[in-house]
């Protein structure tokens, strides 16, 4: 196998992953902003997938073919399913600050392990987090 084969084979995202996002959206929206961060940093913390999750991240910042990857799961079971919004352009802007609020979030926390993000008990970083994607879900983006 090429080299190349060998890094997509690496870094395809593991079913669970996908099961897990997908699960997002049957959260309340009213807890939607605390739930999707605490399904988020359980599947990067994750024994079995964690790794893969992160080196898909790593990975994906200089590697067209595996930026591709996590681009299609947020582009089509994360924007493409939300409900979020009131137009298509709100539901689109709402849905990609959140993802953007999650991916920066597993970055600095599981990738680059900058402190103290990345050392903060799960609760602590979920419950600092949340309220900014609630805001995201349903609140006033203007102010």
Sequence with gaps: MTKEGLLDAATNPPQKWLES???VWTIPIEQLGGGADHIAASQLADDEIGPTLRAILQTAAHEPSTREKPRRVVEGSLLGVSELGSDERDRLVRSGLISSQMMGFALMRYVWKIEPVASM????A????APNLQRYVDGDLAG
Excluded: F, Q
């Excluded at 008990?121 to 602590?124: K, L, S, T, Y």
């Design 121 to 124: 008990p799960a609760d602590e």
């Design 126 to 129: 979920i419950s600092a987090i």
């Design 21 to 23: 996002v997908a699960k």
